[in-house]
């Protein structure tokens, strides 16, 4: 993307509504996904990576630059919040390091079913595939080190509000961590939280829960102090109407 190029909002039939844009400048991107939107590749060579860069824009609102940003990280279909692109290959390199020797910081928010003993704590357990299941991880001896760390902001009737910052960034980590846990997120079918609500005695509650269509789980900030990169993504609306119905 030429410097000179300022993200432009997307226009006509082909818009994707309102702009996500969260900050640009010279070097980065920060847009907030929406959830639903898979950013997984078709396997393609030479073309899924743009293919998920156009549909991730298009989700965004923005239209799609000559020269397309170059991906970063990832975030799961069902998880909305902050993901960063890169402008250039420069920018890219810088990013990438960032995230692999660990000096970009996420922040997570999720509701998941039950209270975390302790409200403080971590898992530092061990994740590999799901013999059992390959499109699923799981906690294995052997697999590849993984560590979430967590705080319980607030505990409601059956769930509770958590804040999340991974020191790792494996497939699904946050998810499974929390499911081997006992505490699987709201509305996440494929680790059991999608159907809990079905124990939920208040019947207004019950219902608020079992409409959950995705997992409640929000990539809410990431900081890049390389890059003087600080962006943070405000709770989507369904999560935020959960809060309310909660009691928030």
Do not use: N
């Not at 692109?85 to 390091?97: F, N």
């Not at 013999?131 to 902001?153: C, S």
């Not at 081997?180 to 829960?209: E, M, N």
């Amino acid at each position: 993307m030429p410097r000179e190029e300022e993200p432009r909002p997307a226009t006509g039939e082909g818009g994707g509504g309102r702009s996500r844009l969260l900050f640009h400048d010279d070097a980065v991107l920060a847009l907030d996904k929406p959830a639903g939107v898979s950013m997984a590749t078709s396997g393609r060579p030479g073309k899924s990576e743009a293919e998920v860069l156009a549909r991730l824009l298009h989700a965004c609102g923005l239209a799609r630059p000559p020269s397309l940003p170059l991906l970063v990280h990832r975030l799961d279909e069902g998880t909305s919040g902050v993901v960063l692109l890169a402008r250039d290959a420069a920018a890219h390199r810088l990013l990438s390091r960032a995230f692999q020797e660990r000096e970009a910081r996420k922040t997570y928010r999720a509701l998941v079913w039950g209270h975390p003993v302790p409200a403080r704590g971590f898992s530092d357990a061990p994740l590999a595939r799901d013999p059992k299941d390959g499109r699923k991880m799981a906690v294995r001896e052997g697999g590849k080190p993984a560590v979430t760390r967590w705080v319980t902001l607030r505990r409601y009737p059956s769930v509770a509000d958590l804040e999340l910052a991974p020191e790792t960034g494996r497939t699904h980590q946050i998810r499974v961590h929390l499911a081997a846990k006992g505490h699987p997120i709201v509305g996440d079918d494929f680790y059991g939280g999608g159907t809990r609500w079905r124990g939920v005695r208040d019947p207004t509650l019950r219902s608020a829960l079992a409409a959950a269509a995705h997992p409640m789980l929000h990539a809410a900030r990431v900081v890049v102090p390389a890059l003087g990169v600080d962006v943070a993504a405000p709770l989507p609306g369904d999560y935020a109407a959960l809060l309310a119905a909660l009691g928030a």
